[in-house]
């Protein structure tokens, strides 16, 4: 028993300090900054890091968020995968530029002899997006965001009609570069009838539902129509990236419904009146069609007679033919029996050993 006791003892204690000497697994750090400085959020979804869009065409140390990987084991590899953003192994300098259209979902660094892996993450997005990096089977997820640029581009939405002396609502938006809607700019609208203009300023919303988008109801006149121009200060142009639009145009036609619907109820007038003169036409036609049916039936009924009035004849003429037929057969049989008769007598008389026998 008391050897069973030291055995026991003596693995107790291997084991005790195998995991004492052993170092400990995937220990690497990992270090969030942006433009130097620490970042602020980005371990959960509620709390991204917050990047502003490179609106200058330049992936520069305060567009992205750096990730600094320390002490990884030796031949380690280390990936990451981006949803809603970009990787790039680098940021731009004077020589090596690094665009817009830089990097890539994935990114993947063989760590080799050293101990370290830095990379960058950037987004053109106000989508809330993710960059997991995984080191030796151990995965982590980090949050980015990214804040709209400076204003680039406005739309114009306005109906194409609308009734005279009715409400018409317009509405603008704004975005930035990267087509991000944008809350906070400044279009102004100018709405000319008739030789009078109206300019208005406008503030696009930063509300979720309606970020970037601001509306405008305006009153139509009696007639003519309605022409609408919005326009804003927008960025300046980088070679690369969607040219700016400050300016867009909209003209409501103004409708006058009281006379649409005279002009429509002529139309119908006249379309009320061909009808009646077409079911007119239909109506005498088949007053001709039926008549012309009645005669021919009346028609077919006189023939009728005719012909069963000539079959009567011609049936009434061979019962008469065949009465005299008869009778002329009866006569001649008679006259004939009577004169055999007569010669027969005759012969009897002279031979009265041969006589021959009288017809009836």
């Known amino acids: 028993m008391n050897s069973f006791k030291k055995v026991s003892l003596i693995i107790a204690a291997a084991l005790t300090s195998t995991m004492l000497i052993s170092p400990a697994a995937n220990a690497a750090t990992t270090t969030l900054t942006v433009a130097g400085s620490a970042a602020t959020g980005g371990t959960v979804a509620t709390a991204p890091v917050a990047l502003p869009v490179p609106a ?29 953003a970009t990787i790039v192994p680098a940021l731009a300098t004077g020589t090596a530029p690094v665009t817009a259209s830089s990097g890539s979902s994935t990114l993947t660094i063989s760590v080799g002899t050293g101990t370290t892996a830095d990379f960058y ?19 982590t997820t980090y949050y980015v965001q990214g804040t709209a640029g400076a204003l680039n581009s406005i739309t114009l939405t306005a109906p194409s009609s609308g009734a005279a002396a009715t409400s018409a609502t317009l509405k603008v938006s704004g975005y930035d570069v990267f087509g991000n809607l944008k809350g906070g700019a400044t279009i102004n609208t100018l709405v000319s009838s008739n030789g009078a203009a109206t300019a ?11 970020l970037g988008t601001k509306e405008q109801t305006v009153t139509l006149p009696a007639s003519g129509s309605v022409v609408v121009t919005a326009y804003a200060t927008v960025a300046t142009a980088v070679t690369g990236l969607a040219a700016p639009v400050g300016s867009v145009v909209a003209t409501v036609a103004v409708r006058d419904l009281a006379g649409e ?29 039926d008549k012309a049916l009645a005669d021919a039936a009346a028609k077919l009924a006189a023939d009728k007679v005719a012909s069963d009035k000539a079959l009567a004849d011609a049936a009434a003429k061979l019962a008469a033919d065949a009465t005299t037929a008869k009778a002329s057969a009866d006569l001649a049989k008679a006259t004939y029996i009577a004169e055999y008769n007569a010669l027969a007598k005759k012969w009897n008389a002279k031979h009265p050993t041969a006589k021959v026998k009288l017809k009836k």
């Open 56 to 84: 200058d065409n330049s992936i520069d140390a305060a567009d992205a968020l750096k990730i600094a990987v320390t002490a990884v084991d030796t031949g380690t590899l280390v990936t990451a995968v981006a949803t809603n």
């Open 200 to 210: 208005t300023a406008l503030t696009t919303d930063t509300a979720v539902t309606t």
């Open 121 to 139: 993450v950037y987004t053109k997005t106000t989508t809330v997006g993710t960059v997991v990096v995984t080191i030796g089977g151990n995965s």
């Open 261 to 289: 619907l005279a002009a429509k109820n002529s139309e119908l007038a006249v379309a009320n009146a061909a009808l009646s003169a077409e079911k007119a036409g239909r109506a005498a036609d088949k007053v001709a069609s």
